[in-house]
């Protein structure tokens, strides 16, 4: 089971004895969707289809190395960023329609987090202990916050400020202008799952086993809820409720206010890919290769799809078409408002 085989990896919060196979997420644009993959491309498929477009590098070039981020989209461009446990993590910017890389940077160590773009500032975390923020235009390094440990949180920004976990165990605030230090707040464990910010409050779940509500300005604790396992993906929310997932397979919707647990959900294995709030519905995918859809009301469950293999990187969707991908190089599309399968490619990147 991966939450056993992940033990020796993350009870040190240490990667070295990680062998990286890569689960690049992937981004949506209108009809095009871009995916990074296990061989080390990023490769662009019909969002209708899954008919293959290009390829980066091409076909008759040497790979990149595995992808874990998934590729951001950024005003024409697409920024990426490779894992390697061996060298220094490299992000790059490629037009979006393919092409000559236009800039690349080394930020000291493996990605694992997805990039975010604020404006005009990219924001990558890296496995050497860093968030780093450059601009989005050249790459240009403007500014880089230490850590106790790796940073494989993406970040969130809001009002101004960068919200992102370490594996340290800290939940950190750093002033988005220059990277100065605002607050930190320090959890039993580490933290992978990009935060989420509500009116005021940051939401982030730890591998201490609890999900916390915390003061956007201050950092200062609201409440705290305990799951059932370690809690690895970020917290999302329609609005009314935060919706959190571990990897034991459980799934929480909890009340913004006090961390009351509303309704509480079982599905088929860990999870590691971030819930997708829907219209009605909350999609969530397994690592044991299922995709779910529960409704927001009530968490049960209205259907369920075999992938085939697991599902660890964060979903993208649009007007209830879901896109995923899996670890044995295959993207799927389905819609799940209706139920319906409506096409997998495979062996994407090989």
């Not at 890569?22 to 095009?32: C, M």
């Not at 296990?38 to 790979?63: F, H, K, N």
């Not at 894992?83 to 992000?91: F, K, T």
């Not at 990187?313 to 007007?319: F, L």
Request: glycine residues 14%; proline residues 4%.
């Amino acid at each position: 089971m991966l939450v056993v085989a992940l033990v020796p990896l993350l009870t040190a919060c240490g990667t070295d004895r990680f062998s990286p196979k890569g689960w690049s997420g992937l981004a949506l644009d209108g009809s095009k969707l871009y995916v990074g993959t296990a061989s080390g491309r990023i490769v662009l498929l019909e969002a209708a289809t899954g008919s293959e477009v290009w390829s980066y590098p091409a076909r008759d070039q040497d790979p990149l190395g595995p992808f874990y981020a998934a590729p951001l989209l950024a005003q024409g461009s697409l920024v990426a960023a490779t894992y390697s446990a061996d060298s220094e993590g490299m992000v790059f910017a490629i037009p979006s329609d393919g092409g000559i890389q236009t800039w690349a940077l080394s930020v000291g160590g493996a990605v694992v987090g997805e990039p975010t773009l604020a404006g005009e500032t990219l924001l990558i975390g890296s496995s050497d202990g860093s968030m780093n923020a450059m601009e989005r235009a050249t790459g240009a390094r403007l500014w880089r916050f230490e850590t106790g440990g790796k940073v494989w949180s993406s970040a969130t920004v809001a009002d101004g400020v960068v919200f992102f976990g370490s594996l340290d165990h800290w939940v950190y605030a750093v002033r988005l202008r220059d990277g100065a230090p605002l607050w930190s707040f320090e959890t039993g464990g580490g933290v992978f799952g990009a935060p989420l910010v509500l009116d005021g409050t940051v939401f982030v779940g730890s591998f201490d086993r609890n999900i916390y509500a915390l003061d956007a300005e201050t950092g200062v604790e609201q409440w705290r809820s305990p799951s059932d396992q370690w809690v690895w993906a970020g917290p999302v929310s329609d609005g009314e409720s935060v919706y959190a997932a571990t990897l034991g397979g459980t799934v929480y919707a909890l009340d913004p206010a006090t961390g009351g647990k509303q309704w509480t959900a079982e599905v088929s294995g860990p999870i590691l890919a971030q819930p997708l709030v829907l219209e009605d519905s909350l999609a969530v995918a397994t690592e044991s290769g299922r995709f779910h859809v529960l409704r927001l009301e009530s968490g049960i469950e209205s259907w369920v799809f075999n992938v085939g293999d697991s599902v660890m990187a964060n979903m993208v969707g649009s007007q209830g078409i879901v896109y995923m991908s899996s670890t044995d190089g295959s993207v799927t599309a389905v819609n799940a408002l209706r139920g319906t399968s409506l096409w997998t490619s495979r062996d994407v990147g090989e």
